[in-house]
Each structure stands twice: as structure tokens, then as C-alpha cells.
């Protein structure tokens, strides 16, 4: 029978793309990680990594391992589960990553629920963008990530991953005060009218920097992008200091009124979809219950302080 720690090492490294990450996310010497797999090789009889230049990677029967131990650490997940829900009271750690916005007009308020609720919980919230959450999640470096899909955008959504939608949130384009875009204008034509503009935007490679393209580039013009953050409130800021225009989501408000004047986006492009994501097979664990209900009530309790 194959080792099962041998295997997970086989399967961070599918993950974590090389020895030496591997070994710094479980805190072991590279050798040690190198020296046990291979003895997983010998007890497997055939070749599990190749060298690719100074890296390695796995071979098809390394993929096959692979796969096998996602579905038996999913079961233990069921199994972890199965454990929590028989027990009379909620403990342990919840390891929980967020976006910015979400981070802010959400998070908190779920925070407080589940202290109320589960004052035996800890939960630990780290603030990560989605691009590199999802990926730790599935190396399991944390429970539950908070995660967005901008209209016209979507994601691949990997076996191994379980969703559930959290809310929709309308998406704006953000004037500054000195820009005369009318509210007569429609969609197009008051995007159109900031061509000339300066712009802040997300980084480029994330899914709401090619979303904020996409929409100047169909409206026939390339965005002069002189400041690139993730940090909303300054790009808040910047159009309320009329140094850029900008797309921003309602949740920026944290729902008090807009401080600087809002634009409807063309139609198709006005929702951004925010929904959880977990492991399969621990969806059912009664921490990962709880988290999800306290953040669909923090979405009520703002909708009804709206």
C-alpha cells in the first residue's frame, strides 16, 4: 500500500510547481521532501518526476497518483466533516481569504454572527485576491475563499473546487466631478466620452483589469491607465479627487451613499457575481456551514440597511 503522506508531498508539488515551495509550505528541509519521493517512486516501481530544465515535473503515472489522492483526501475531508457535526460544539480554526471589497462590507459583519454564534471558533480571515486564493485553497492553506467573476469573464470551475453564489453586485462607472458625462448620455457614449481621460485600473493579469479593457476597447477607445492598484478606495479616492475615472462596485460604498457621480455600464456588463469557494467534500463540515449562513446573512443585514 502507498504511503499517504508520500502522496500528498507528490500532490503539494503538483500544486506548488517545485520542491522548494513545497518545503516551504510545510517546513521541511528541500531534501527531505526530495528524499521522500523517492521512496515513493521505489514503492510505486516506476518513474513519478522528470527534469525540465533546473525543475521537475510529473510524469503521466505521477498524475494518475495524483488523482487518486485528491479523492481520498476528499473523503477525509467528508470524514473531518462527518467528526465536527457530531460534536456538540463548533471549535478548531477556520482559515478564511477574502478581496478587498468583499473583505470590507461583508467580512465583519459575519465575523461578529459567528462570535455570537460560535464564540469557540477561531477564524482566521487573510486578504488575498482570488487569482492566488484559489490556487492556495486547493494546496490547503485555507477553508474558504471569497472569490469574484466579472461579467463576460468567466472561470474555468475545477472538479476539485465547490461554489455557491453569494450575491450579485452592480458594477459603475465612476465620474470625477470636473467630467461633463450627462445623465441623458447612454452607457456607450458617456464611456466613450472619457477617452481622453486618465483611468485607474486593476493590475494587469487580473480578471478586472481584462474586463475594464474589454469595455473601453468595445466602446472604441484604448484607456490612458495611469494608476494601477487593487486598492478600491484609492481608486475611490483618485475619482474624488478628479485625477482618474474609474469602474467601481457598489460594495465599495459599504452601503453609504456614492461620493462621486455614477454611470450605468452597458448592458451584460453591469454585474459582477461574488460566491464562496471550498474543497470538494467539506462543504458539509459544520464550520464551513456556519461561515457561508453568517456571510449570507451579512448580505442581508446590508440589504436591509441600504
Given at each position: 500500500m502507498f504511503d499517504l503522506h508520500r502522496l500528498r508531498l507528490l500532490r503539494e508539488l503538483k500544486h506548488r510547481g517545485t520542491l522548494a515551495a513545497v518545503a516551504t509550505a510545510l517546513s521541511y528541509a528541500p531534501s527531505s521532501v526530495s528524499q521522500q519521493l523517492s521512496q515513493l517512486e521505489a514503492e510505486v516501481g516506476v518513474p513519478l518526476l522528470e527534469p525540465v530544465g533546473r525543475r521537475v515535473r510529473l510524469t503521466a503515472q505521477a498524475e494518475i497518483l495524483v488523482a487518486h489522492t485528491e479523492a481520498i483526501l476528499e473523503r477525509l475531508e467528508r470524514a473531518e466533516a462527518d467528526i465536527a457535526t457530531s460534536l456538540t460544539e463548533l471549535t478548531g480554526t477556520l482559515r478564511i481569504t477574502s478581496f478587498q471589497t468583499a473583505a470590507l462590507a461583508l467580512v465583519p459583519a459575519a465575523l461578529g454572527l459567528l462570535r455570537d454564534r460560535h464564540p469557540h471558533l477561531r477564524v482566521h480571515v487573510t486578504h488575498m485576491e482570488p487569482e492566488k486564493a484559489l490556487p492556495a485553497?486547493?494546496?490547503?492553506?485555507?477553508?474558504?475563499?471569497?472569490?469574484?467573476?466579472?461579467?463576460?469573464?468567466?472561470?474555468?470551475?475545477?472538479?476539485?473546487?465547490?461554489?455557491?453564489?453569494?450575491?450579485?453586485?452592480?458594477?459603475?462607472?465612476?465620474?470625477?466631478?470636473?467630467?461633463?458625462?450627462?445623465?441623458?448620455?447612454?452607457?456607450?457614449?458617456?464611456?466613450?466620452?472619457?477617452?481622453?481621460?486618465?483611468?485607474?485600473?486593476?493590475?494587469e493579469g487580473t480578471a478586472a483589469r481584462h474586463w475594464a479593457m474589454t469595455l473601453c476597447r468595445d466602446a472604441g477607445f484604448e484607456p490612458d491607465v495611469r494608476f494601477e492598484t487593487t486598492d478600491l478606495l484609492l481608486h475611490?479616492?483618485?475619482?474624488?479627487?478628479?485625477?482618474?475615472?474609474?469602474?467601481?462596485?457598489?460594495?465599495?460604498?459599504?452601503?453609504?451613499?456614492?461620493?462621486?457621480?455614477?454611470?450605468?455600464?452597458?448592458?451584460?456588463?453591469?454585474?459582477?457575481?461574488?460566491?464562496?469557494?471550498?474543497?470538494?467534500?467539506?462543504?458539509?463540515?459544520?464550520?464551513i456551514r456556519a461561515c457561508r449562513d453568517a456571510l449570507r446573512r451579512a448580505v442581508g443585514l446590508r440589504s436591509s440597511q441600504a
Open positions: 485553497l486547493q494546496a490547503r492553506d485555507f477553508d474558504l475563499v471569497l472569490a469574484e467573476e466579472y461579467p463576460g469573464n468567466p472561470k474555468p470551475r475545477l472538479a476539485e473546487l465547490e461554489q455557491e453564489d453569494l450575491l450579485d453586485d452592480p458594477l459603475h462607472l465612476a465620474l470625477p466631478m470636473s467630467v461633463g458625462a450627462g445623465d441623458t448620455e447612454g452607457p456607450t457614449a458617456a464611456l466613450r466620452s472619457l477617452a481622453g481621460h486618465p483611468w485607474v485600473m486593476e493590475p475611490q479616492r483618485l475619482v474624488e479627487q478628479q485625477h482618474a475615472a474609474a469602474f467601481l462596485p457598489e460594495l465599495v460604498w459599504s452601503g453609504l451613499p456614492p461620493t462621486v457621480p455614477l454611470r450605468q455600464l452597458p448592458r451584460g456588463r453591469r454585474i459582477r457575481r461574488i460566491f464562496t469557494v471550498v474543497r470538494q467534500g467539506s462543504s458539509r463540515h459544520p464550520a
